[in-house]
């Protein structure tokens, strides 16, 4: 599992390179979300445009990841593939994080 | 992998969990063939949980995990087999119906318990026994052209050992 960085306007970018966040990669994948926060980044983004698949223990990842930085405004989703949606959907996660169509929408929407 | 008419056999290793993604690549590839994508796609996430759970509860030194996926008229049938530990049988019943969160509540969110409710929600049918120290499961997704009475709602069974 590897993760991209970028900063823009100082929020962290984070990029899953990777078509799929599935069993095998929630372990790598919740690390370097960890890595990230214990090294400062205090608001994220996690870009999805990659990932075309996730079962539930990749969201189980992603939320663990969403009780380190503890508020849906410092780790909201962007670029999220149907069947990722779908997912978020039949298990009401899509309640907890909030889901923007592209980074910059993202972005736009965490400026104070 | 075994192919016989419209049936398919695979067997994943129990130890590999990357190996998991395949298959359900493959199998999403295979239902396109009677399902719509959104169809496939959710058969696709159904048999990556089913499977999950096998090698989460597989003893070690467990033989493969066989499976059997089926083409029918009305849809597709896939069956299951591994030798892990026998699972509760109040769980099937059970999954989902716990299911409640506040989604405001970020640091009781549920982080696990999920996979058998998604295999629920997504298939039609699902049965689970326990049977000569294995575990056998059958999921059926029916066609939407399949009759209202086979298609309404999801139907567990459960038969002990």
Not at chain 1, 3 to 29: E, K, R, V
Not at chain 2, 107 to 125: A, D, S, T, V, W
Request: proline letters at 7%.
């Amino acid at each position: 599992m590897n993760l991209l960085d970028n900063t823009i306007n100082g929020i962290h970018i984070l990029t899953i390179d990777a078509p799929q966040l599935d069993y095998a990669a929630a372990d790598d994948f919740k690390l370097g979300v960890a890595n990230r926060v214990h090294q400062g980044a205090d608001r994220l983004i996690l870009d999805m445009t990659q990932v075309n698949f996730m079962d539930s223990s990749g969201l189980g990842a992603v939320v663990a990841c969403m009780k380190l930085v503890g508020d849906p405004k410092r780790l909201p989703l962007c670029n999220v593939a149907p069947p990722v949606l779908t997912l978020l959907k039949l298990t009401r996660m899509d309640q907890v994080f909030l889901v923007y169509p592209t980074v910059q929408a993202a972005v736009e929407a965490l400026q104070p | 992998m075994t192919m016989v008419g419209s049936r398919i056999e695979l067997r994943i290793p129990g130890n590999h969990p990357e190996s998991v993604r395949l298959l359900g690549v493959c199998l999403k590839n295979l239902s396109l063939t009677v399902f719509d994508p959104q169809g496939a796609t959710e058969i696709e996430l159904a048999m990556v949980e089913a499977v999950n759970n096998s090698i989460l509860h597989a003893k070690p030194g467990a033989s493969d995990i066989q499976l059997t996926f089926t083409l029918s008229p009305r849809g597709v049938e896939i069956d299951l087999q591994d030798e892990g530990r026998p699972l509760d049988p109040g769980i099937l019943e059970a999954a989902g119906q716990r299911w409640d969160f506040d989604p405001s509540d970020i640091q009781n969110l549920p982080e696990g318990g999920m996979g058998l409710m998604l295999i629920k929600k997504l298939m039609n049918e699902v049965s689970y026994r326990h049977e000569n120290g294995r575990n056998w499961w059958s999921f059926s997704k029916f066609h939407p052209s399949a009759t209202l009475t086979q298609a309404q709602d999801t139907r567990t069974t459960i038969a002990g050992p």
